[in-house]
Nanobody, 124 residues
Framework: VQLQAFGGGLVQAGGSLRLSCAASGRRFSSNAAGWFRQAPGKERELVAAINWSGGSTYYADFLRGRFTISRDNAKNTVYLQMNTLKPEDTGVYYC??????????????????WGQGTQVTVSS
């Protein structure tokens, strides 16, 4: 499966962005998916993840309800709605597909297909 993430940009603190991850190739609807981010000088970290059906989700503790992950399997697309953005949310955001469909997985190594990343910059 090929993944393409888009929707990033420059936004002021307190603003919102919606990221999209469009999949092509083999079936994506049977895979769990996740959004990761990587800030300069830091390791890539899991932000949110969703199982194959959308019925189970996971969010990193630091989000405190600000982001929402969802998916539309008819469109082979996973979304990340980001609200109340903070400067510390700045980084490159990557979408990824997991090997499994259930979970969703919370470990980076469980994801084997990656998109190219989209830059999110939050100004103070």
């Amino acid at each position: 499966v090929q993944l393409q993430a888009f929707g990033g940009g420059l936004v002021q603190a307190g603003g919102s962005l919606r990221l999209s991850c469009a999949a092509s190739g083999r079936r994506f609807s049977s895979n769990a998916a996740g959004w990761f981010r990587q800030a300069p000088g830091k390791e890539r970290e899991l932000v949110a993840a969703i199982n194959w059906s959308g019925g189970s989700t996971y969010y990193a503790d630091f989000l405190r309800g600000r982001f929402t992950i969802s998916r539309d399997n008819a469109k082979n697309t996973v979304y990340l709605q980001m609200n109340t953005l903070k400067p510390e949310d700045t980084g490159v955001y990557y979408c990824a597909a997991a090997r499994a469909g259930w979970g969703p997985p919370r470990i980076l190594s469980e994801y084997d297909q990656w998109g190219q990343g989209t830059q999110v910059t939050v100004s103070s």
